[in-house]
């Protein structure tokens, strides 16, 4: 299988779309870029440059258009690299290497000049650990809000059809 950041969904990769390519050809490939577990994955083209993934898979498959980060096996210097490829850092160095052309590309030599903070192994679990609570307190307050739109949307609903079906009287309200 050939993936390209098309097949980036919700931080992991969907297969479903993935094109096939020859054995020959994936060989190939995986002789420069062979993707592992815990590499980090991240789009050099389009609209959506920048846009990362953990690898969380042991399926074999080829990538295309995408740079690869190599961890080997350290899911802490994954997960860092993560927060710091989504943390706006990247965007403000892209935006500095902009070509001006009608789709956005990063080379494999603007991807080796990009600076990245030398963090020590020592700190980088506290970081890491940091990351991960605060992330997750967010995706819950996400969630939450979330879940009162919803409920909000019901409750709009429930209104309008109980005024319109005369089952509330709404002639004496006062609209500001």
Known sequence: ???????????????????????????EINKRSKVDYGDVLMSMIGGNIGKSLIIKTYQKFSIKNVALFKANNDL???????????????????????????????????????VFFKIPDFERKKNVDYLDRKTSDIDQQKAKIKEAIELLKEYRTSLITNAVTGKIDVRQVAIP
């Open 1 to 27: 299988m050939l993936i390209t950041s098309k097949d980036f969904e919700n931080g992991t990769i969907n297969f479903q779309q993935a094109k096939y390519i020859s054995i020959i050809d994936h060989q």
């Open 76 to 114: 802490e210097l994954s997960s860092l690299l993560l927060y710091y490829l989504s943390s706006g850092l990247l965007d403000i160095q892209i935006s500095l290497k902009n070509r001006g052309g009608a789709q956005g590309f990063l080379s494999l030599n603007d991807i080796r000049n990009l």
